[in-house]
């Protein structure tokens, strides 16, 4: 049984940092590739970052690359981003998620797995 469960959320003022945390039991990140994403209220779901560790490739979104760094470690089965610079607009409920190497990185439709979310708000 699969399970992703993220940590770290709160809230922060702008300009401030935060690092959230996903842990996995059953599943190492190694398998495929580890992603964030984040739901703002009304809005979709939207891609933020994704580490596909074993092709050594990292992805972000337009809106964060600069800012976010997503890391992660195999042997914990832990993957973080660090937020840097926060604004107001990333203020969102943050959820973790993880798939194979099929497939755009950045549509959720190809992830099987999910945590929960964690929320960020950002003042």
Same mark, same amino acid.
């Given at each position: 049984?699969?399970?992703?469960? &993220?940590?770290?959320?709160?809230?922060?003022?702008?300009? %401030?940092?935060? +690092?959230? !945390?996903?842990?996995?039991?059953?599943? $190492?990140?190694?398998?495929?590739?580890?992603?964030?994403?984040?739901?703002?209220?009304?809005?979709?779901?939207?891609?933020?970052?994704?580490?596909?560790?074993?092709? &050594?490739?990292?992805?972000?979104?337009?809106?964060?690359? %600069?800012?976010? +760094?997503? !890391?992660?470690?195999?042997?914990?089965? $832990?993957?973080?981003?660090?937020?840097?610079?926060?604004?107001?607009?990333?203020?969102?409920?943050?959820?973790?998620?993880?798939?194979?190497?099929?497939?755009?990185?950045?549509?959720?439709?190809?992830?099987?797995?999910?945590?929960?979310?964690?929320?960020?708000?950002?003042?």
């Amino acid at each position: 049984h699969v399970q992703l469960v &993220e940590s770290g959320g709160g809230s922060v003022q702008a300009g %401030g940092t935060l +690092t959230l !945390s996903c842990s996995a039991t059953g599943y $190492t990140f190694s398998r495929g590739c580890a992603a964030w994403f984040r739901q703002a209220p009304g809005k979709e779901r939207e891609a933020v970052a994704a580490d596909c560790r074993r092709l &050594e490739i990292t992805y972000y979104a337009d809106s964060v690359k %600069g800012r976010f +760094t997503i !890391s992660q470690d195999n042997a914990k089965r $832990t993957v973080w981003p660090q937020m840097n610079s926060l604004k107001p607009e990333d203020t969102a409920m943050y959820y973790c998620a993880a798939k194979g190497f099929s497939g755009p990185w950045n549509e959720r439709g190809n992830y099987n797995y999910w945590g929960q979310g964690t929320q960020v708000t950002v003042s």
